[in-house]
């Protein structure tokens, strides 16, 4: 397939999937049962779950395993979505915590033109995952900061760019700090894919990103390290704690094996 995309090699976007994947780290390590219940799971919930979901043991087990994986995910998808911009034009990306801590700062000698038509020469961006990450006190930090920005530099924009925004957007950002309404034309609220649209000037750019990313991921998973896949053995050494209980039947005790994660010293579950 012939590579689409105008505004990132195909070798810079494998390189950074590949690197995402990595990032993934220590999630992507096997579960054993230990793994498992390191923080203790709750074998009611599970119960419940399995029974409400009409699910079975497999995918409620399997279910759970996700949840436990997808917890610290986010910091790796925002690594994604912040890295990228370092293989696209006039954008750079600071070592975390330098360069006043922006997580992208994009410099165009041509200029950058706002929807208001002004136009500046530098955009500071702070990225977010999703809308509503941001508490009050959070978001009112974060809106000061841009606004000493503008303090130190008055050709510039501060943008509070979201990957996952309420809708496409680019937008004066108005927020609440101590206890006041503020604004400022020039620190804006921009969904990912109208930064993306600014930046390389192609208005579904982040788009046509999104759809070869899924063939992408697949090419790279296909020819990882081995230790990329897990091999999950969960269900395999509850059944095999199961097949020790003298229960009535197999359902019953794979429910006593997970009743023993969480209540092994518990009265009566004590042997």
Not at 82 to 87: K, L, P, T, V, W
Request: hydrophobic content about 40%.
């Amino acid at each position: 397939m012939s590579w689409t995309l105008s505004f990132i090699s195909e070798d810079d976007f494998t390189n950074h999937v590949r690197a995402t994947i990595q990032k993934y780290g220590d999630k992507l390590k096997s579960f054993d049962l230990k793994r498992f219940n390191k923080n203790i799971v709750d074998p009611v919930k599970l119960i419940f779950d399995k029974s409400v979901y009409r699910a079975s043991w497999d995918e409620i087990i399997s279910n759970e395993i996700f949840r436990q994986r997808d917890k610290s995910n986010n910091n790796d998808i925002g690594y994604f979505h912040q890295r990228i911009f370092q293989y696209m034009p006039f954008c750079h990306v600071p070592p975390n915590g330098e360069e006043g801590g922006w997580d992208v700062i994009y410099k165009n000698p041509n200029g950058i033109v706002l929807p208001d038509n002004s136009i500046v020469h530098t955009v500071y961006v702070e990225m977010k995952n999703k809308h509503n990450t941001m508490n009050s006190a959070s978001a009112g930090k974060t809106f000061i900061k841009m606004q000493n920005q503008l303090l130190k530099d008055d050709d510039c924009a501060c943008f509070l760019v979201e990957a996952i925004a309420k809708q496409s957007q680019n937008i004066k950002w108005e927020t609440t700090v101590d206890g006041q309404r503020v604004g400022h034309r020039l620190i804006r609220r921009v969904s990912m894919d109208q930064f993306y649209a600014l930046v390389t000037g192609q208005n579904d750019a982040f788009y046509q990103m999104c759809m070869v990313l899924p063939q992408k991921i697949q090419e790279v998973v296909a020819t990882a390290d081995s230790t990329l896949i897990p091999e999950d053995s969960v269900m395999r050494e509850l059944k095999a704690i199961a097949a020790k209980n003298s229960l009535a039947n197999e359902d019953l005790s794979i429910a006593m094996a997970i009743y023993m994660l969480g209540f092994p010293s518990y009265n009566g579950f004590a042997r």
